[in-house]
């Protein structure tokens, strides 16, 4: 398994607000630069999804994956790459931490990896550039920029 790659970011909303936009996920193709359709197999008692199918197009790396979820509440959510054609991983996890001015801290954890090699440098390197920009996506969505 490959090195986790995590970024943060503060999102000035509740973690509540933060949470509900991180689980609408048939919404990510609305507001994300690289997926460009999300299926909901399967939802969980909670009523989040606890299976989605997700088609990427991030320049050079183009796939159609499945993910699943765990839940915990409004503080944190964990994914697993169930299947895919070009990832062989796709696991992470968002963590939500309450700042005291009411703002969110908002920690991605990932792991990437390819089906073609990739030195482990540049694999790091593409896993930074997904969390930075997803985070900074999440926070232009979330705050209304």
Request: proline share 2%; charged share 25%; hydrophobic share 40%.
């Amino acid at each position: 398994m490959s090195e986790q790659t995590s970024s943060t970011i503060a999102i000035e909303a509740s973690a509540d607000v933060v949470m509900n936009e991180i689980a609408d996920l048939e919404s990510y193709p609305d507001w994300t630069g690289s997926v460009r359709a999300v299926e909901v197999l399967e939802r969980g008692a909670d009523g989040r999804p606890a299976k989605a199918t997700f088609v990427l197009d991030a320049g050079v790396v183009k796939d159609t994956y499945t993910l699943a979820y765990t839940w915990n509440g409004n503080t944190s959510v964990s994914w697993t790459l169930v299947e895919a054609q070009m990832l062989t991983a796709m696991d992470g996890s968002y963590q939500l931490t309450s700042a005291a001015d009411g703002a969110t801290d908002v920690e991605y954890v990932l792991t990437l990896d390819l089906k073609m090699p990739m030195i482990g440098l540049l694999r790091r390197k593409a896993e930074k550039v997904v969390t930075d920009t997803a985070l900074k996506e999440l926070k232009r969505r979330v705050e209304g920029e």
